[in-house]
C-alpha cells in the first residue's frame, strides 16, 4: 500500500512547479514599426502575398524574449498570424496562432536554441502570444 506521505510530497512538489510557471512574468514586445502591410500588394485589382526578407529581423508584431538573444515571435503569414521562433536554423518552420499551444511547441522545436529553453517556458510563450494575438485582431 502506498504511502500518503509520499503521495501528498509530490502533490506539493507538482503545484510548486505549476506556480513557478503561472507566476514566472512574461513580457511581449510590439512592433510598433510594422504596419501590417509588408508582403502584400495589389496587382491588377488582385490582392498579392509574397514572404519577407527571410533574414529581416523587424518582421514580426508581437515578441516574447526567451533567452541568449531567441525570442517566440508572431508575424503574419498568408492571411493568418504564424508562431515560431525568431532565430531558425530550419526556416519555415512555424504554425498558424489558432494551433494547440503544444502542437507548435512540437512542431517548431526543432529551432529551439539554446536547447535549455524549458517546455514549459515555451508553451507558456506561445500561450501568452495566441492570447496576444486574439485581442490584436479583435481591435
Do not use: C
Not at 48 to 53: A, F, G, L, R, S
Not at 96 to 119: F, L, M, Q, V
Amino acid at each position: 500500500m502506498a504511502d500518503d506521505s509520499t503521495a501528498y510530497t509530490a502533490t506539493l512538489r507538482q503545484i510548486k512547479r505549476m506556480e513557478e510557471v503561472i507566476m514566472k512574468p512574461v513580457t511581449i514586445e510590439a512592433n510598433e514599426k510594422f504596419t501590417g502591410s509588408q508582403g502584400i500588394f495589389e496587382v491588377s485589382g488582385s490582392m498579392v502575398m509574397i514572404t519577407p526578407d527571410v533574414g529581416a529581423d523587424d518582421y514580426w508584431l508581437f515578441r516574447i524574449p526567451l533567452e541568449n538573444g531567441q525570442s517566440i515571435v508572431a508575424f503574419p503569414k498568408f492571411g493568418t498570424i504564424g508562431i515560431g521562433f525568431h532565430i531558425e536554423d530550419d526556416w519555415n518552420t512555424n504554425f498558424p496562432y489558432t494551433s494547440d499551444a503544444e502542437k507548435i511547441a512540437h512542431h517548431i522545436g526543432r529551432n529551439r536554441a539554446p536547447s535549455s529553453i524549458s517546455d514549459d517556458d515555451l508553451i507558456t510563450a506561445i500561450e501568452a502570444l495566441q492570447k496576444t494575438v486574439v485581442k490584436f485582431r479583435k481591435g
